[in-house]
């Protein structure tokens, strides 16, 4: 079976062996503060700053999941104000989960066609809350600097929960970043990635929050000694050292990954005008600049959803149903690096039949 679905997705197909390997290694019943568990902690961590390209300097964690963040980032960096910025439905939960934690949330939300007006936004949020690539509609953030200078002396944080893996992403211009492994990172669900700059430490230093089980200071002392508080997901933290270890660097994979998000615009705008079970279908979003690279949305009417959906699973490739206020107007196909060459080929030629 095929599947373009944006999370849980396509997992990297090695995954099968790894998974043998795991077993027949023990991995699966060593101790959380055993060496081998150490190890495989470590070369992880190693495995991510050298891959993507993540700075010396900051921080990476692994917690459960990309809503867990959400929840580290209310409790142990905020201040008084978390600002959010977003456009669909990922974003508006963030600020959701952060309106039960902090003092005071600030909403902006801005068009799927452009970029937010930040001169707009009179803001005294300590902590900037930005969706990199906002999952439910196929937009994104390309860059990231303008935010710095509009707020230079708040956090920036950033879910890049379906871009981090796929796309090279501008680390500096964030303090907080995350995602969750079952996106891009084409890994198996159930843990997510933390990766903090120095500033982001001074911050959570600052408020000395203590008081949870994940508390985001308890998590860095820990990781210190590439340990965790709680007994963590071995197994997935084997899988994502595995994976580190194959996969291209990320300069190589982003071009990769942008080429083949140009080529699926293009088939969908090219295939609108002629006679095939797409006419008719465009991408949601028009602007190029806003466009997302791994996350692909395309509108139509109800029923011509409905029938791509129907024949697309008639043929054993899923694809991804539309969400929240899209979800019967468009379909949504990953973007990522685990999804092949071959299985993008089959979903054209059905498309174009
Ligand atoms: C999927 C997704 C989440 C939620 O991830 P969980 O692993 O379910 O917590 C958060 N943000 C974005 C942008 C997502 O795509």
Redesign the pocket.
Known sequence: MTTFY??PSKVYPQVAQYLQDAFAEGILSVNHRSPECMEITRGAIEGLHQKLHIPDDYFIYFVS????S?EIIAQSLTMQESLHIYNGA?GE??ADYAEKLVPKVERVTFNIEELPDLKQIKSGGDVVCI?Q????NGTQIKDLIPFRDVFPEAIIAV?A??SLGGIALDWQQGDVWFA?I??CLGLP?GM?IMVCSPKAIQRAEQINDRKYYNSLLFIHDNFQKFQTHYTPNVLNIYLLNKIMADINDITILSEKIKLQAHHWYNFFDKNAAVQTKVCATKPLIQNPEVRSDTVITIEGNESQIKDIKNITKANGITIGNGYGSWKNTTFRIANFPAIEENEIVALEELLTK
């Open positions: 944006p999370g999941s990309a809503t867990e959400w990922f939960k963030w969706t690539n906002e999952t439910s879910d929960t379906s969750s079952q996106k669900a997510a």
